[in-house]
DNA sequence: AGCCATACTTACCCAAAGGAGAGTATCGCC
DNA sequence: GGCGATACTCTCCTTTGGGTAAGTATGGCT
């Protein structure tokens, strides 16, 4: 998951749909559920647990949540539930006393991961050229007051 | 944008990162700044707004008001904004009365579009087994109280 | 008997997201 | 002179996200 392959990785990501993806009619109902899918998918905190479950292999909660820094025990439970009701993850729960229950992706959550991949490396390719566009923008935006 | 690439371009899509994207060190400070440009560069409506934009080439701000459907004047505001900051989008004042604004996208905007097209693969790929995997979760969380 | 560990669950609360709708500036047109 | 078109901008208000913290169940250890 994390974003280290650069150039010729990117290179293949963007030859992969390039052009393609803009042009084809379809489903609008497809469309939704895509949209809907995406509001859900693309959140901050699944995207993170699927990182630390791909990183990590079969995980149990309280490691998951030393992973994932900064993650409230509220939220990786619903993040995990989510996750188990979509089929990302599986949820095992060992009946010892105290309890011990371990997550894994699925090949479908690992499928997501690596989709999103894409996103990742984009994002780490583009960073400086995002900091440098903002810089830019903030200083013509700082002052036309003059 | 549109996911109608299916099988063929989705085997490239797994092929093109599986497995080296998930064990690599990497910076943590990179990875910060990765996660953080995540959260605010995938979000729901940016990428909606370069689909549309991916779409219909330029295109001035009622066009893509129209186009991306469900988003207010104000959430499409401000996500432009965000995305000219970034230097996603750029912005043409036609300084005419009534005023007349274009947007387009700039290479790296395309860029952002082509890298996440591979979670729209994903997604219309999944759906079916998204909803299926629901229906379970569901059936099989309904009746513990027997 | 009481405490600990684990993985939640619930209640409460605050801050931020985001929708609705009205206001704004300007010019040409009727 | 008022209206309409465009692209905002601002205010108000509701909904949601998400943090904190306390409660729960259980058996082994002390």
């Not at 006393?97 to 999103?116: K, N, S």
């Amino acid at each position: 998951m994390t974003p280290s392959l650069t150039r010729k990785q990117l290179a293949q990501a963007k030859e992969y749909c390039a052009g393609d993806c803009y042009d084809i009619e379809v489903d609008p109902r497809v469309e939704a559920l895509v949209t809907e899918l995406l509001g859900r998918v693309a959140d901050k905190w699944t995207m993170l647990v699927i990182e630390a479950l791909a990183t990590g292999g079969e995980m149990r909660f309280s490691r998951i949540a030393e992973a994932v820094a900064g993650i409230s025990q509220k939220m990786l439970t619903q993040t995990l539930r989510q996750m188990e009701r979509d089929g990302l993850v599986v949820r095992t729960v060992h009946p010892v006393i105290p309890p011990h229950v371990d997550y894994r992706l699925t090949e479908m959550g690992r499928g997501l991961g690596e989709a999103f991949c894409g996103v990742w490396v984009w994002a780490g390719e583009h960073l400086a050229q995002i900091e440098k566009a903002r810089r830019e923008f903030d200083a013509r935006n700082r002052k036309p007051a003059g």
